[in-house]
């Protein structure tokens, strides 16, 4: 009996542990399925129940100048959608919306026409209008039909300011021009899907009302060399420039020699990159980089430093100005036709002579005057981060004749930047040294660290520093006594060089008679050098044309407030840090090379400068000549240079001074 009952006892667990561990198994197989096949949608509609999803807009990181004013930002706004699957009266719905969004009904209906559940109506509205169309979605219940998502929008707080050099951006927060184009990978916005937690009226709760801010790759900010208050002048300048001289376009940069730094570039025409749209193409340019033009007289500044360096010419060396030359059938005079006369090379420089650079250009020679241009940096880009940069042309010295050599001297058969100019000066106010210009300064991440600084970089060594000091004083004369005088300020030292070049025709068949380019490039202090200004004026339509009459003028505004911005003391000693050399000094700077034949019954003409007045007569009454001096001391000027072929008995003026 009682075996029977424990055995039904047994039975009967067995069965409900059976029951039991069936239970659990489905359970488990249950959970399994849950959790892997399910797990997923469980998760989500887990999470829709505490939170949601939301598209977040990190905006477009910011262009600022060198002292952080902001050029360029972004902030957050509302863009405008349909969803047309709901609209059941399109012509009602575009009548109600149009006035508040500045957009007519027709463009609405033609929207809605296309069909679907999203197509939008306008992108990025002001915050009036999101206002107006809100009370309209409240007001007729179009919750369903009309709706906004988070877009970007990029301001320009200047306006205008500096326009050409940032550019601006598309639709879709694309860089189209400019800084904006150029590091547009490196400060466009991103856009990412993040979860925040929210209460039952959808209110953020917990870690999501922290503001952790963004640590992603993208959204930097660009910090450029510009100094916004220096641009405002030299946009000031160039505005009233346009006023009075009414030229197809003007361009002007302001750099630093000694870091390479482009401190101020403006272009007019310009634009408002708020409105870029309402502007023609050819505004958005910066000329500073993408316009080539033949330089003139400016160039001169470069074959000068060619004929010192290689030793050609010095200061004081003496030229017959015949008023003209010709060279392979070609004609070249002087800027107004007339002979100077006996002078040194000092005036040669200062009153721009084209004859005298001719004829240096031609004892220099194609390959060496192609090296100096190629060592200044034309006929390559600077490698600035602008979009849009020429390169220039250069003669290849193989294809150069005699006359293509001559022209080449004077500033013609070269094309060249604003921007490649103002480098080449800039080396020149820099000992000789060639800088790389850069308009960018820094670029920093999202969360403030450093990412990029941008260091001084030096391409080369132009001339030799003496050389260069040389130079640098025959360049202040044009501006204190002449073709420059216009660029002069008061108080201080400056050196440049004026320019004035007859445009080319568009096919390049010649010349444009009655249009120039003029210009003016200069750099000041002379004796701690801290800006080089370009002015460059194309096409005056109004008054003069000579660089040293409208452009020269411009360039001496922009100093003479620049040089007050910056605190810079007025020059005290006008020849100081300037290496004084004497007459018999710069004599012996003269090449020694070998004298040309003369044929019979001629003579060549020795060089007497740097001699007393005994040992000058017997050189020349020895060569048959015969001299007429003028003064006492050291020979310093003759009326006809050393190595000149001349007649026997041919008479020689020779000045002497103490």
Request: hydrophobic content about 45%.
């Given at each position: 009996?009682?075996?029977?009952?424990?055995?039904?006892?047994?039975?009967?667990?067995?069965?409900?542990?059976?029951?039991?561990?069936?239970?659990?198994?489905?359970?488990?197989?249950?959970?399994?399925?849950?959790?892997?096949?399910?797990?997923?949608?469980?998760?989500?509609?887990?999470?829709?129940?505490?939170?949601?999803?939301?598209?977040?807009?990190?905006?477009?990181?910011?262009?600022?100048?060198?002292?952080?004013?902001?050029?360029?930002?972004?902030?957050?706004?509302?863009?405008?959608?349909?969803?047309?699957?709901?609209?059941?009266?399109p012509t009602e719905l575009a009548a109600e919306l149009a006035p508040l969004i500045s957009i007519s009904e027709e463009e609405i209906k033609d929207d809605i026409s296309h069909g679907g559940g999203f197509v939008w109506v306008k992108r990025r509205l002001e915050p009036e209008e999101v206002d107006s169309v809100r009370c309209l979605i409240q007001d007729k219940g179009y919750i369903d039909r009309l709706g906004f998502r988070d877009e970007p929008k990029r301001y320009y707080p200047n306006d205008s300011l500096a326009a050409n050099v940032i550019g601006f951006v598309g639709m879709d927060d694309k860089g189209l021009d400019g800084i904006e184009h150029s590091c547009d990978k490196l400060i466009r916005g991103e856009q990412k899907k993040t979860f925040e937690l929210t209460d039952t009226h959808e209110r953020p709760i917990l870690d999501s009302l922290f503001n952790k801010g963004y640590n992603g790759d993208a959204c930097k900010t660009i910090e450029l060399t510009l100094d916004v208050?220096?641009?405002?002048?030299?946009?000031?300048?160039?505005?009233?420039?346009?006023?009075?001289?009414?030229?197809?376009?003007?361009?002007?940069?302001?750099?630093?020699?000694?870091?390479?730094?482009?401190?101020?570039?403006?272009?007019?025409p310009s634009f408002n990159p708020n409105h870029f749209g309402d502007y023609a193409p050819e505004n958005w340019k910066n000329r500073a980089v993408s316009f080539i033009y033949e330089p003139g007289s400016t160039f001169k500044a470069v074959v000068a430093a060619a004929a010192l360096q290689e030793k050609k010419v010095t200061p004081n060396q003496v030229f017959v100005d015949p008023g003209h030359v010709t060279v392979s059938g070609r004609r070249i005079q002087n800027w107004n036709g007339e002979s100077f006369g006996t002078v040194t090379f000092t005036d040669v420089v200062k009153n721009s002579l084209n004859t005298g650079f001719a004829m240096v250009g031609l004892d220099l020679g194609a390959d060496r005057l192609t090296k100096y241009a190629k060592l200044f940096g034309f006929g390559q880009?600077?490698?600035?981060?602008?979009?849009?940069?020429?390169?220039?042309?250069?003669?290849?010295?193989?294809?150069?004749?005699?006359?293509?050599?001559?022209?080449?001297?004077?500033?013609?058969?070269?094309?060249?930047?604003?921007?490649?100019?103002?480098?080449?000066?800039?080396?020149?106010?820099?000992?000789?040294?060639?800088?790389?210009?850069?308009?960018?300064?820094?670029?920093?991440?999202?969360?403030?660290?450093?990412y990029k600084e941008i260091q001084k970089e030096e391409v080369r060594r132009t001339i030799d520093s003496a050389t260069d000091k040389t130079l640098i004083g025959l360049l202040e004369q044009v501006v204190a006594s002449g073709g420059g005088k216009k660029a002069a300020v008061k108080g201080y030292r400056i050196a440049g060089k004026t320019g004035t070049a007859q445009k080319i025709r568009s096919d390049g068949a010649g010349y444009m008679e009655g249009h120039y380019i003029a210009s003016f490039c200069g750099f000041a202090p002379v004796e701690d050098p801290q800006?080089?200004?370009?002015?460059?004026?194309?096409?005056?339509?109004?008054?003069?044309?000579?660089?040293?009459?409208?452009?020269?003028?411009?360039?001496?505004?922009?100093?003479?407030?620049?040089?007050?911005?910056?605190?810079?003391?007025?020059?005290?000693?006008?020849?100081?840090g300037m290496e004084r050399t004497s007459p018999k000094q710069e004599a012996d700077r003269v090449p020694k090379q070998p004298e040309p034949k003369a044929p019979e019954g001629k003579v060549v003409v020795p060089d007497v400068r740097g001699r007393s007045i005994r040992e000058a007569a017997e050189e020349l009454s020895k060569r048959g000549l015969v001299m007429h001096s003028e003064g006492s001391g050291i020979a310093i000027m003759q009326s006809i240079s050393g190595r000149t072929i001349v007649d026997e008995g041919t008479e020689i003026d020779v000045t002497f001074s103490e």
């Open positions: 009996m009682n075996g029977r009952i424990e055995k039904s006892l047994h039975g009967r667990l067995l069965i409900a542990l059976s029951f039991i561990f069936f239970l659990i198994f489905l359970v488990v197989v249950r959970c399994a399925w849950l959790q892997i096949k399910e797990g997923g949608a469980m998760a989500d509609y887990v999470r829709e129940q505490v939170g949601g999803s939301k598209l977040l807009h990190e905006p477009r990181g910011p262009i600022v100048d060198r002292n952080g004013a902001e050029l360029a930002v972004s902030v957050m706004t509302k863009s405008l959608y349909v969803d047309p699957s709901h609209v059941d009266n208050n220096l641009q405002f002048i030299v946009e000031q300048e160039l505005d009233r420039a346009v006023a009075v001289n009414a030229p197809k376009a003007i361009t002007a940069i302001v750099m630093d020699p000694k870091t390479g730094d482009i401190l101020a570039m403006a272009s007019r880009s600077t490698g600035i981060r602008l979009p849009g940069e020429e390169a220039g042309l250069l003669f290849d010295p193989e294809d150069m004749r005699a006359s293509d050599i001559a022209t080449m001297s004077i500033g013609q058969s070269i094309a060249v930047t604003p921007l490649q100019l103002v480098t080449a000066m800039g080396a020149i106010a820099n000992d000789g040294v060639l800088l790389k210009p850069h308009i960018v300064k820094s670029i920093k991440n999202a969360d403030g660290s450093l800006l080089v200004v370009l002015v460059m004026i194309d096409d005056p339509s109004a008054g003069s044309f000579y660089g040293g009459q409208i452009a020269a003028p411009v360039a001496g505004a922009i100093f003479s407030q620049a040089l007050r911005y910056y605190h810079i003391e007025p020059s005290s000693n006008p020849f100081a």
